[in-house]
């Protein structure tokens, strides 16, 4: 006895295969870092764990639409498809999706305000701000212009834009800095520098508050926090998936 067998199994089947197909040709197109201006097949099997004949094939299928191209030594490079996506993305990103969300986390997870500040020439400006939830704190608004050689915040920007001598090396080598009652006598703060593409120094994110709530032990026990929401941040600006 026979049974009726539709085909929208096969159309599953179909479909199935069709988006793993996809995704394999996105593995190969996110195997390429912002250094490499071409890769092997070798290396492009490495990085993505897919057999070279599956690497050659969806390379050449890629290639058919301008995504990636082959050069004449046989490696490969992003085609100009490729990098009219990255213009796109480039062209409608809006950088309060990515930066206030971070410091909402970042303003939870520590109970102060987060603040992200960009430099304009001689001073840092406040360009995105979430007030902590305590009824006692550090008030800025955004759009505010404050000195760059005074606060954690500006430190940073002229640390990690090369400034020479100290504090600044020692910002460089700490990867963060902490200041109590340098711009205000009343406010202390703990900053990190935030990156972009081509690991371009974007600005700076920094909690802040009362310096009789946070004391030096106080900001101490942040540092992890701020520069895993730094390290977050940065990768969102680069246009990377955030790990949650």
């Known amino acids: 006895m026979f049974r009726h067998m539709d085909n929208s199994e096969d159309k599953d089947s179909a479909a199935e295969e069709g988006v793993v197909a996809v995704r394999r040709a996105m593995r190969i ?113 955004v759009g505010a212009a404050l000195p760059l050689h005074l606060g954690s915040p500006g430190r940073v920007l002229l640390a990690f834009a090369g400034e020479a001598g100290e504090p600044y090396e020692s910002v460089r080598r700490a990867g963060y800095m902490m200041s109590l009652g340098e711009r205000d006598a009343e406010v202390s703060s703990i900053a990190a520098p935030v990156y972009g593409i081509n690991w371009t120094l974007m600005g700076a994110m920094c909690i802040s508050g009362p310096i009789s709530r946070l004391g030096e032990a106080v900001l101490m026990s942040h540092k992890e926090t701020i520069l895993a929401a730094a390290s977050r941040l940065s990768r969102g600006m680069m246009g990377a998936r955030q790990a949650r």
């Open 29 to 141: 197109l996110g195997a390429f870092g912002i250094q490499d201006s071409a890769l092997s097949l070798a290396e492009l099997s490495r990085r993505t764990g897919f057999h070279r004949s599956t690497v050659l094939r969806l390379a050449r299928t890629l290639a058919m639409d301008d995504y990636l191209a082959q050069r004449t030594d046989g490696t490969w490079r992003l085609a100009k498809a490729a990098g009219w996506l990255g213009a796109c993305y480039q062209a409608t990103f809006n950088v309060h999706d990515i930066v206030e969300p971070v410091l909402r986390e970042l303003s939870i997870s520590t109970g102060e305000s987060a603040t992200f500040y960009v430099r304009e020439g001689n001073q840092r400006i406040c360009v995105a701000r979430v007030e902590g939830p305590r009824s006692i704190r550090h008030h800025v608004r």
